[in-house]
């Protein structure tokens, strides 16, 4: 590839379909979160700069939470009277009083904006692919196929820390081949836990199977150094280039690390970025690594403090799933973390508290594949893939519901079975909630119809909000401290406002489903749990799901405040920006 290459996507006319695109969702997502309050102008609304010599007007339909659904191609600005091009940049630079944006984190929002516009550019270059060919496509596929990130984060592909070379080898959407790169870590430093029935040697001879384990065996004892003493750990390539070959200098010249080279397997980056599906063995485990790379409001490390607990926790909560009759009846699963290996640099320990990015640089993972657990018949497609929309307008939601064969009423009730009722079932019998955003459940599928759930990424996600809970020592850390009026947020953010609101409004706009008809069944689904457990009718009291309104969760309003950690991990609760309240669209349903 040459100089040129690299940037051969970043032609004008994808710059300015990139920008138009990301300044309708500024536009709508900053409206939502009330940081901007558009005035109605005849059939338009409006925003006004801050200096009040320009501004932005568009038409937009208003929908159920306060959702508004702007029309791109509606968008005009003007400056001085004057109607000039569309750039998000100048979009936050003129607002940036209104939306809040200090001096110190502007610049930094405003390279998180421009990486993300460059993504999408990338993403403009790619083959169309209908809606109706993905839904009919492998898991894979889909996971590289989609085109917009996170439905509410504005600023959601930053990724900071890529150079373009970095981006187009390991972005999701670049579906590149990527081979990992393996570190053997003295034991002195590093840790490695799993889950019941699991043994080291064995385990990694497995996932790297033997001819591999006796390669790097023998760059060891090579070097004089017995492969007994180490672990293996596997690192993202970036990581290996960017940080441990220079920030971790000290432990690889004493022999503490020692890099042994590329796995044999080929993976591909999910949605996450940070973790890897294995494409030579797709029945192998995903592998879970550090990334020091700043994306949405936190550097992706991995604590390999937190590391140890981890296959504890996932057998817990398996069991609890397997033990408990309403869980099973939905089919839910979970895709458990069966082992983990951290690394421990004393120094930066012993320099920076325990939630620290220094302290996160060095640990990994490995979690099941959910592809071993299909019937026949049955495919996968991350839960996020359900607000994908094409270059048409139409949805992976409409798409499969098309397949189905089913009123969109049905299969709606049969996706929410699986999806919603374990989230209620969790929350009300258990106090436990999860952090089920699209890209953390995935779907199986048969026949476009949703068949059951599968959870994931369960150690860093989970908590227990009941300060009264018996849990196993190992489990202890899941419990937190929340306030009784904002428990029931983890439900009405997590899975009203930040995904419902999508998939409803985007159901409506293609005709598919009324937004009416969308929160009914929502509400019907709801009731038929709560009439499957009368014992738990107290707390159905408590905890009212059909209350007139919930308070305003604002993601947006946390990047903006502070993107390099938008949440204080040692008060999640009490980082939360929390403005008004939202209509609930099921009360008196």
């Known amino acids: 590839m040459t100089l040129a290459d690299a940037v051969a996507h970043l032609s004008p006319e994808r710059w300015e379909k990139a920008n138009r695109q990301l300044i309708r969702k500024a536009l709508a997502e900053f409206a939502h979160e009330r940081l901007l309050a558009p005035e109605k102008d005849g059939d338009e609304y409006v925003v006004r700069s801050d200096d009040g010599l320009g501004g932005y007007r568009f038409t937009a339909t208003r929908r159920a939470l306060d959702h508004w659904q702007v029309d791109a191609d509606s968008i005009t600005r003007t400056r001085d009277g004057r109607e ?17 944006l200090s001096e110190e984190i502007l610049p930094v929002y405003l390279e998180e904006i421009s990486s993300t516009l460059s993504g999408t550019c990338y993403k403009l270059t790619k083959p169309q692919t209908p809606v109706a060919e993905l839904a009919r496509s492998g898991f894979q596929a889909i996971e590289t196929g989609m085109t917009e990130g996170h439905p509410c984060f504005v600023a959601n592909n930053g990724r900071l820390g ?30 490695f836990t799993a889950g019941v029935g699991i043994e080291y040697e064995s385990f990694v001879r497995d996932e790297l199977g033997a001819p ?54 080929e993976y591909l980056a999910q949605q996450s970025i940070r973790t890897f599906f294995n494409s030579s063995h797709p029945e192998k485990h995903y ?28 057998d817990w909560l398996a069991q609890l799933i397997e033990g408990d009759p309403v869980l099973r009846s939905t089919g839910l699963t979970i895709i458990r973390e069966r082992a983990a290996v951290g690394y421990r640099h004393l120094e930066y320990e012993a320099a920076t508290d325990r939630y620290s990015p220094y302290r996160k640089m060095l640990a990994a993972l490995w979690r099941e594949s959910p592809v071993s657990s299909l019937r026949d018949g049955e495919s996968l497609a991350t839960m996020a893939s359900l607000v ?44 436990l909630v999860f952090m089920p955003h699209g890209e953390n459940v995935i779907l199986v599928l048969k026949d476009g119809v949703v068949q059951r759930a599968i959870y994931k990424d369960i150690a860093e996600e989970i908590a227990v909000m009941d300060p009264e809970a018996v849990l196993p020592p190992t489990v202890e850390r899941l419990r937190v401290e929340v306030p009784d009026d904002k428990k029931l947020l983890s439900i ?33 689904v709801t009731r038929d749990y709560q009439h499957s457990v009368p014992e738990l009718a107290d707390k159905f009291k408590q905890y009212d799901m059909f209350a007139p309104e919930f308070a305003l969760s604002c993601l947006n309003r946390l990047q903006l405040r502070n993107n390099r950690q938008m949440v204080d991990l040692a008060d999640p609760a009490g980082a939360l920006q929390l403005i008004g309240n939202l209509e609930n669209p099921i009360a008196g349903l």
């Open 84 to 100: 000039v091009p569309l750039a998000a940049l100048d979009f936050f630079i003129e607002l940036r009083k209104t939306l809040g």
């Open 162 to 191: 890529f150079g373009i070379h970095e981006y187009l080898a390991y972005a999701p959407e670049t579906a590149s081949p990527v081979r990992l790169v393996w570190l053997a870590a003295h034991r002195s430093r590093a840790a």
């Open 388 to 431: 994908h929309v094409d270059h048409e307008g139409a949805s992976f939601a409409g798409a499969l519901i098309q397949q189905s064969g089913l009123t969109p009423t049905e299969w709606l009730r049969r996706y929410l079975t699986a999806y919603l009722t374990p989230l209620l079932h969790s929350f009300y019998a258990y106090d």
């Open 492 to 524: 009405f953010t997590d899975v009203f406002d930040c995904f419902f609101r999508f998939l409803a409004a985007n159901l409506a706009e293609e005709g598919i489903l009324e937004e009416d008809d969308f929160w009914r069944t929502v509400a019907e």
């Open 287 to 314: 592998v879970k690594t550090a990334l020091s790379v700043l994306n949405m409001g936190f550097m992706r490390g991995l604590s390999a403090a937190y590391m140890e607990a981890t296959p504890a926790i996932n």
């Open 212 to 265: 591999t384990v006796e390669r790097f065996d023998k760059q060891l004892t090579d070097r004089g150094l017995d492969p007994a003493d180490y672990l293996l750990i596997p690192v993202h390539p970036w990581q290996w280039w960017n940080k441990l070959a220079v920030t971790f200098a000290a432990e690889v010249a004493r022999g503490h690390l020692v890099c042994l080279g590329e796995g044999d397997d």
